[in-house]
């Protein structure tokens, strides 16, 4: 499904767990967009101290890219920070915000050597289906992404964080 309208942005709360909590920064649209699909773009914030610790963005379109390559679910925990789940975490945050907008499952891709990623999918319950080639004539070829493991994560199902 290719968005032929820009679908509407709802503002949010800062959404919290109690470990993390997301804070949305600014609407991505046009060119400043993955495969020009609108995005969210939130930061990620310790909940006990407020201090940022990485990004994630959702995508609000299924365009035939973002399922086999980008994903509609991008996240990026600071080094310093990562081992806690806090990934995880704010992936379970963010699942509100694609349910308002009547999402029933997000595409997820990550390279395949990005051990943390990979466990963050399985810990948010999405399902791995299968690894694919980058093509070349794809931006994320030219940075350098060769394959992607491509996940999908159900959204109508009840998550908890697993263990």
Not at 36 to 45: C, H
């Amino acid at each position: 499904m290719t968005l032929a309208i820009e679908p509407p942005f709802y503002e949010f709360p800062d959404l919290s767990d109690g470990v993390v909590a997301l804070r949305h920064k600014r609407f991505l649209q046009g060119r400043a967009a993955m495969d020009g699909v609108p995005a969210y773009l939130f930061s990620i914030y310790r909940a006990d101290s407020g201090r940022i610790i990485g990004e994630i963005d959702l995508r609000l379109g299924a365009t035939r890219y973002l399922r086999q390559f980008g994903g509609q679910l991008g996240y990026h925990v600071d080094s310093r920070f990562r081992g806690h789940r806090y990934a995880a975490r704010a992936c379970l945050l963010l699942q509100e915000v694609a349910l308002a907008h009547e999402m029933e499952g997000l595409w997820i891709t990550c390279n395949p050597d990005n051990l943390a990623s990979r466990r963050t999918c399985e810990l948010i319950g999405a399902t791995y289906i299968d690894e694919v080639r980058v093509p070349f004539a794809s931006e994320l070829y030219w940075r350098g992404d060769r394959r992607k493991c491509r996940y999908h994560w159900d959204l109508t199902y009840p998550h908890l964080l697993a263990t």
